[in-house]
């Protein structure tokens, strides 16, 4: 009896945990399919980083829901169309944004803003929402609130130095409740960042700041999760998260390919790509 009780409450948690993983990768792959469709509107879409940081923004926007303490803002804006389709897939964003992404008066611009629910701050400028989620997360503790704030930067944005001046002062105010999660998909705007300005030993840089360091798969849902729902109210030093990801995830057309950053496809290629989404 005794040993059936013991192992009742594991089976019943790993139910729990396998239920949850089945609702984010149904969430993940239909919000692929929407970046797609943005990519195949007017203006076409940052179709690469989009999808390379959207398990990222659907395991955060997850545990935000459970919080509403806990703020996600998403540094590397130009993956805005990423940003749009995960909070409308998370039920914060009650329209589809697809039809409307990149037309004049449409809030679903190629950079988030506040006007789309959801985004409080606005991003795109590059480097700028890091310290937007540590000041989220420095509010939250002086108010003596629980809560998260939650910076999803890209690789190549850490070449701006706002983001080292932000971890300098989230290791010294001691923000255990701020987590950045970077999207290390290994490209950028003009090429590979190894071959731009390469980042040798990020997990190091970031425990030399001060920092909590998990280094990921950035597409492991499950993964993700855990780390996001971790209890961070005591935490006296922030956590950074390096998350490996693959530029253009979830479409084997354009999956690791440099050409993937911004894309613009006709609706009979969309409508191919999305057919082969998982």
Not at 15 to 26: D, E, G, P
Request: aromatic share 6%; glycine share 12%; hydrophobic share 45%.
């Amino acid at each position: 009896m005794t040993a059936v009780l013991d192992t009742a409450v594991p089976v019943a948690q790993d139910h729990t945990r396998q239920a949850v993983l089945a609702t984010l990768t149904a969430r993940a792959a239909q919000a692929r399919r929407l970046v797609v469709d943005m990519a195949a509107g007017p203006r076409g879409c940052h179709l690469g980083g989009s999808l390379s940081v959207l398990d990222i923004l659907v395991a955060a926007l997850h545990r935000a829901s459970a919080d509403e303490g806990t703020e996600v803002v998403l540094s590397k804006g130009h993956a805005a169309a990423g940003l749009y389709a995960a909070l409308h897939v998370s039920g914060v964003l009650p329209e589809n944004p697809a039809p409307l992404y990149g037309l004049a008066g449409s809030p679903y611009t190629g950079h988030p803003g506040p006007k789309v629910p959801g985004v409080r701050f606005p991003t795109g400028s590059l480097g700028h929402g890091v310290p937007y989620a540590a000041g989220w997360a420095l509010a939250r503790r002086i108010g003596g609130k629980d809560g998260l704030g939650i910076a999803i930067a890209g690789d190549g944005e850490l070449q701006e130095g706002l983001v080292w001046e932000t971890c300098q002062v989230a290791a010294a105010r001691e923000l255990g409740n701020f987590v950045l999660v970077v999207d290390r998909n290994g490209g950028q705007n003009d090429g590979l960042v190894a071959d731009i300005s390469p980042l040798p030993d990020l997990a190091g840089r970031f425990a030399a700041f001060g920092f909590e360091v998990a280094e990921t798969d950035g597409h492991d849902l499950g993964l993700l999760t855990e780390l996001f729902a971790a209890d961070r109210s005591t935490a006296r030093r922030p956590l950074a998260v390096v998350a490996n990801t693959v530029k253009g995830k979830g479409v084997p057309a354009v999956q690791g390919k440099a050409a993937s950053h911004y894309v613009t496809i006709d609706a009979e290629r969309a409508a191919k790509w999305k057919r082969a989404i998982r």
